[in-house]
């Protein structure tokens, strides 16, 4: 074998994905192709090394930048101002309200902050905090400013605060259950800072459950090794939302704007980088495109689980933040890791049937950490059968044994039991659990619960280095829109929320660092055509445009479910790749048959065209990877691989490649290539050949 190893897969979908196994310190240019190189010396991310091919690199400019990125210089590059000379904002225009307003803005109006932040969970919230400090600050969010992932995290936060337990303990249960492809410098930082962050809440009026002698009440979830898991009964997530929510509404830097969907981020570049200058999003109540300038943006609007059917993600879901990303040049990265929640609640299996819900209900992790037992409905304990660690086993092992016993069985949901345990602890731990099962005639004291497993996170993500950076100037990420390198190929319980406060408190110093370093120009702010809100279309057109929308979403979904679940093949990838390339397709000629324009937006349409991308993101790595690790449990590679125990990799989309849902939507107004039946016809179409 030579000094450097490199597996290539073919060109996949819309973008330029790499499986990267190489080992070297060189830069090698042969055949048209460039092999970036590394040192095998510590790297940020995984001393990871991609094949790029030279055909899908705009130009040279380009080509240096991801390969500069890919590299690790990066990290230690100081932040350059842009080219485009912006001049500073007025204090006076800066000055934000006493509160947290909601935006009733005029059409095509314009803002400016210092700090963008798309996203009011966790991640978003703490960084706000602390950036408000140093100047003004919109926190945009699509509805309202609770509804995130956040507030329906159930388990809690993992820190380490028992005396008998220890940081390396974490830090070996992270890495193994995230199948050994974590970046451990990425875990090491997590995993010792989380406990400081944890404190942090605490002192802004977060409360968490105590036990008898005033210490913190630790729970024990899947895949920890000891009890380590900060909560507030089965409710973490809202308690954590409500203190910064209410430290947000009393900081007088920091305005909220809640129904602002984001549409896509506003960049330049220059002979070098890509800035980001802020984004433009759509007021949902008010149906204006407002744009928002700011020196520095923060992606923290969550994951994508909304690519499935069953979700036990929020409707807001919907794969925003990594979409805008991918179709603004930032690197991706992990896709194929979709995290499976083990035991959501199955409808089908309580007395009285919900309504339908927008989400499945989540039966937390720390049921099965308190003792929860999983039967079959013959009432057969299974897990046993397939991890010695029994329910205790990362949810990755559990999901596939449940999976495997509905399968075997023909049935539709198992049990889950805690009634063994006193109906005063089940009520203390489980409050809301409890209540939810008793709507529906259910009382888990006396009764097993039905559950059955449901899309939860993604951890894959767009690619951030150990300060949230990411290879376009001025624009950071944290919770879970990032991929840090945390979670490998299967996240540890109740990482997710210690993730993300980690890394918002970690990208405040270089966001700091680039806004005094940058400037805005008022003037420059018009020069992004305005998204067209579509009000030239009747009001049939527009409920038609709305239905084959809705009718779309559901057959995607269907596509994910049947073909990129738990358990997959290299044979149903494909047809789930073909399956959303036809649908895209056909759903964009249906769209521009009524009337619809490439560069027009609104909520039902913006979303979709991100869950199409983020669905062929998931494809496209799942078939990258050609063995079974952590998440991706793939047949015909049933075993582990050591030579491809490295992240996936998806660079910026092919120009040639290019799909409606792979475009900036500002740059759609130039030069639209028509691909209707009659060119002659102005009906829209399908762009292509936009960079």
């Avoid at 027009?600 to 990877?625: D, G, H, K, P, Q």
Wanted: aromatic letters at 6%; hydrophobic letters at 40%; a negative charge.
């Amino acid at each position: 074998m030579t000094s450097h190893q490199v597996f290539q897969c073919d060109m996949i979908g819309n973008s330029s994905i790499r499986l990267s196994m190489m080992n070297a310190k060189h830069v090698l240019e042969n055949n048209g192709q460039l092999s970036i190189a590394m040192h095998s010396g510590r790297n940020k991310m995984q001393k990871q090394l991609s094949l790029l091919s030279q055909t899908l690199l705009k130009n040279f400019t380009y080509k240096k930048r991801i390969e500069r990125y890919t590299l690790g210089i990066f990290e230690n590059m100081r932040f350059q101002r842009p080219q485009l000379c912006m001049a500073s904002i007025d204090n006076e225009e800066r000055k934000s309200p006493k509160a947290v307003q909601v935006s009733k803005s005029s059409a095509n109006s314009i803002k400016y902050f210092d700090f963008s932040i798309i996203g009011s969970g966790v991640a978003g919230l703490r960084y706000a905090l602390e950036v408000a400090k140093h100047g003004s600050v919109a926190v945009i969010t699509k509805a309202e400013p609770h509804e995130s992932n956040t507030n329906y995290a159930q388990g809690g936060v993992s820190a380490v605060f028992a005396p008998s337990d220890s940081v390396e303990n974490h830090i070996r249960d992270t890495i193994v259950a995230g199948a050994y492809l974590c970046d451990e410098e990425t875990v090491k930082v997590v995993c010792t800072e989380g406990p400081d962050r944890v404190r942090e809440l605490m002192t802004m009026g977060a409360s968490f459950d105590h036990g008898e002698d005033g210490s913190l009440h630790l729970a024990r979830e899947g895949g920890h090794s000891h009890h380590r898991i900060v909560h507030a009964a089965d409710m973490t997530g809202r308690e954590i939302e409500r203190a910064l929510l209410k430290a947000v509404v009393n900081n007088p830097n920091i305005t909220m704007f809640e129904h602002h969907f984001a549409i896509d981020l506003l960049t330049t570049e220059d002979v070098s980088n890509i800035y980001c200058h802020g984004v433009d999003t759509l007021n949902t109540d008010t149906n204006e495109v407002v744009r928002f300038i700011s020196r520095v943006t923060l992606l923290a609007s969550g994951g994508a689980g909304h690519i499935y059917p069953t979700t036990t993600n929020p409707h807001v879901a919907t794969g925003d933040g990594i979409a805008m990303a991918h179709r603004a040049s930032a690197v991706i990265s992990n896709m194929e890791f979709v995290q499976f929640h083990p035991t959501a609640l199955a409808d089908e299996g309580l007395p009285i049937k919900p309504h339908t819900r927008e989400n499945a209900f989540l039966i937390s992790e720390a049921v099965r950490g308190a003792g929860g037992i999983l039967y079959n409905q013959a009432m057969e304990r299974f897990m046993p059968q397939y991890d010695s660690r029994g329910e205790l086993a990362p949810r990755d092992v559990v999901a596939r044994s449940i999976d495997d016993q509905l399968k075997k069985r023909n049935e539709r949901y198992v049990l889950l039991n805690i009634s063994h345990r006193t109906k005063e602890e089940i009520l203390y731990h489980f409050p809301n659990i409890a209540a939810e099962c008793l709507k529906y005639g259910l009382d888990i004291t006396k009764s097993p619960i039905p559950v059955v497993p449901a899309a939860h996170y993604m951890c894959g993500g767009v690619q951030a280095k150990l300060h949230g950076e990411t290879p376009i100037m001025g624009l950071y990420v944290a919770g879970e829109v990032a991929c840090t390198g945390l979670h490998g190929a299967n996240r540890l319980a109740s990482n997710s929320l210690l993730e993300a406060l980690v890394f918002a408190q970690r990208a405040v110093e270089p966001s700091l660092d680039y806004m005094i370093r940058s400037n805005i120009d008022i003037d420059e702010s018009v020069k992004w055509p305005f998204p067209v809100v579509p009000t030239v279309l009747g009001v049939s057109q527009l409920n038609e445009v709305k239905h084959i929308t809705a009718l779309t979403r559901m057959k995607l979904q269907k596509i994910m479910w049947d073909y990129v679940g738990i358990v997959r093949s290299i044979d149903c990838l494909k047809i789930a790749e073909k399956s959303l390339a036809d649908l895209e397709l056909e759903w964009e000629d249906h769209l521009f048959r009524f009337g619809w324009r490439p560069y027009m937006v609104n909520l039902e349409v913006c979303e979709l065209r991100n869950l199409f991308s983020c669905a062929n993101l998931v494809v496209s790595s799942a078939l990258a990877r050609q063995e079974s690790r952590g998440l991706h449990y793939i047949v015909d590679f049933p075993n582990l691989v050591e030579s491809q125990r490295l992240p996936t990799i998806i660079f910026p989309s092919s120009p040639l490649k290019s799909t409606w849902s792979t475009q900036l939507v500002h740059k759609l107004f130039a030069d639209p290539v028509c691909l209707c039946d009659n060119p002659n016809e102005n009906k829209g179409g399908t762009l292509v050949g936009q960079a």
